[in-house]
């Protein structure tokens, strides 16, 4: 029964077994044991015990794996001989056998028969299920390295790493600004928001005016990463004059948020029309190096903590998983009445972070594309806001 709980509750499945399979388990084993899956020898010893794992071994193709759990009260000398039939059996077979046998000091002789002859052997239910749920997601993750693998990651683009390193060397500081983020990212040829840098708010007109109308403001300032916290963002702004106005609206509000903060402008911005926020980062783990992170962007971040993770170089496949993996995928496919979003673009913008995170190792920390704006499909992507740390 435990057993049976434990396979629901870790999403193993329970093969049920043909008919021929419980006929030769009938044989041998008393008429009130249970011969459905999981199977209950009533108490039986060696003989039985045989041909019950034989009966499965022979009938079954679609077993992968069995648990010999032999009852507590096969002890003995009886438990010498079921030992030595598991391993017997465990030999002229190729589907892996595990060994549960909840015993005492009484089995002892018999779980060094198993031990010795390389067998796994566990004394609870969880501990067992638990293993092999990790051996049988072991397997999965080999499968699919062994996939990726034949297919080819390849480079998205020529770049001359170089001379991008020599670029973010010249900046001086550790966290760029967005302005600056977001020339790494349109070099590595992901799609950025038309925007420029403006110091006065009469250049800040004469940009809204070849951008046009609505346009957003952000104040760029390498000391203020959160800017919406610093209220030094405001977007869906219309007209030269409110633009003015909320331009130095801005400059106060970055003086009240820190009197000595390093103003390098503002940014005035293309408005994009509504479209699917998504994430996208990179960050750096101690153990295994950079990792690529992807989940539904904007205010669903912090509040949903739904997220993929994998490490580069990535592969169409990785990319196209681990957007189906996350909780939001459902959104992502059509959500009150919009678009389904175009996956193919994120997939594009995945793999090409994965070759900005492979040529960068050692020199960027962090990155985060949040929001990066997905439009309908086959309408493209936008990264609307950039945030990079560099080592």
């Known amino acids: 029964m435990l057993i049976a709980d434990y396979c629901h509750q870790l999403g193993l499945q329970l093969v049920e077994f043909k008919d021929e399979t419980k006929e030769q388990m009938r044989k041998t084993l008393p008429s009130f044991a249970s011969i459905s899956n999981p199977v209950d020898t009533a108490g039986a010893g060696g003989e039985a015990f045989n041909d019950t794992l034989r009966a499965i071994v022979n009938h079954e193709k679609d077993v992968d794996v069995i648990i010999a759990s032999p009852a507590i009260g096969v002890i003995g000398d009886e438990a010498i001989k079921v030992a030595q039939v598991i391993v017997d059996v465990s030999r002229e077979t190729q589907k892996t056998i595990v060994v549960l046998w909840m015993g005492a000091k009484f089995t002892q002789p018999a779980y060094k028969i198993i031990e010795d002859n390389g067998l796994p052997l566990f004394k609870t239910p969880l501990s067992c299920m638990q293993a092999i749920k990790g051996a049988v997601e072991y397997g999965i993750h080999v499968q699919r390295f062994d996939k990726r693998e034949r297919i080819k990651v390849g480079r998205p683009l020529q770049i001359n790493v170089g001379e991008v390193t020599s670029f973010l060397n010249s900046i001086g500081r550790k966290t760029l600004t967005e302005y600056e983020g977001k020339k790494l990212l349109s070099i590595y040829g992901i799609p950025v928001t038309q925007e420029d840098i403006a110091t006065s708010s009469t250049e800040a007109v004469e940009i809204a005016k070849k951008l046009g109308y609505p346009v957003a403001l952000k104040l760029l300032s390498p000391q203020i990463i959160h800017k919406t916290e610093a209220r030094v963002v405001k977007l869906n702004i219309n007209s030269d004059e409110e633009l003015k106005q909320t331009y130095e609206e801005i400059l106060i509000s970055a003086e009240k948020y820190d009197p000595k903060v390093e103003i390098q402008g503002i940014l005035v911005q293309e408005m994009l029309s509504p479209a699917y926020e998504v994430i996208i980062g990179v960050s750096k783990d101690p153990q295994f190096g ?41 959104v992502l496919e059509g959500y009150r009445g919009m678009d389904k979003a175009d996956l193919s673009g994120i997939v594009n913008v995945l793999l090409k972070v994965s070759q900005l995170a492979a040529d960068l190792k050692g020199v960027v920390s962090e990155l985060d594309i949040n929001p990066l704006f997905v439009f309908g499909e086959g309408k493209g992507i936008k990264a609307v806001d950039a945030l990079v740390i560099l080592e």
Request: proline share 7%; no cysteine; aromatic share 12%.
């Open 290 to 330: 950079p990792g690529i992170m992807f989940g539904l962007g904007g205010i669903f971040v912090e509040f949903m903590k739904d997220a993929a993770f994998r490490i580069p170089p990535l592969s169409i496949m990785d990319a196209e998983e681990m957007i189906r993996e996350i909780k939001g995928f459902k």
